[in-house]
């Protein structure tokens, strides 16, 4: 297991990309899978940072990645001491059907997070959120051509 503590800052995030970049190497897991995962953690990351510590939020504020690689799964856990919040019981936007215009804000990132892993689990325990998200490290399906490309290259 590998661990990464950071102030709750979005100023932390190049740490959080790199910490799950690593990760993502260390896990063997595709271009596609990794990207995944990336938009997982910084979803939940920024959420806990914005949202969560809100207008409290300080250098006293720490948010901890426990990350590991098992045989058939790379898991990466986000503790924090925010109030709690459960970001696999929170509503799925109504309106997603709707232009861009006449949606209502909220909610999408959270949405994409639980649509991008293959399992999101959460935990309130010792006055802390923990949130845990898992990709399968098996190959990258059909449905989601893996480009080559490096993240963030077109």
Do not use: C
């Not at 986000?78 to 006449?102: C, K």
């Not at 893996?146 to 077109?154: V, Y």
Request: charge should be negative; charged fraction near 20%.
């Amino acid at each position: 297991m590998v661990q990464l503590t950071l102030t709750a800052t979005t100023g932390s995030l190049d740490k959080v990309v790199a910490f799950v970049d690593d990760l993502a190497r260390a896990g063997g897991l595709s271009a596609v899978h990794a990207g995944r995962l990336r938009l997982a953690v910084e979803e939940l990351v920024i959420n806990s940072i914005t949202h969560g510590f809100g207008n409290s939020r300080g250098p006293w504020n720490e948010i901890l990645l426990e990350a590991g690689v098992e045989p058939s799964e790379v898991w990466l856990r986000v503790s924090e001491d925010a109030p709690p919040f459960d970001p696999t019981r929170s509503h799925l936007p109504q309106d997603l059907g709707n232009p861009l215009g006449e949606r209502t804000p909220g909610g999408l990132g959270l949405f994409l997070a639980r649509q991008a892993v293959d399992r999101m689990a959460y935990e309130y325990s010792q006055g802390r959120n923990h949130v845990t998200v898992h990709i399968h490290r098996g190959p990258t399906p059909a449905a989601e051509p893996d480009s080559g490309d490096a993240p963030g290259e077109r």
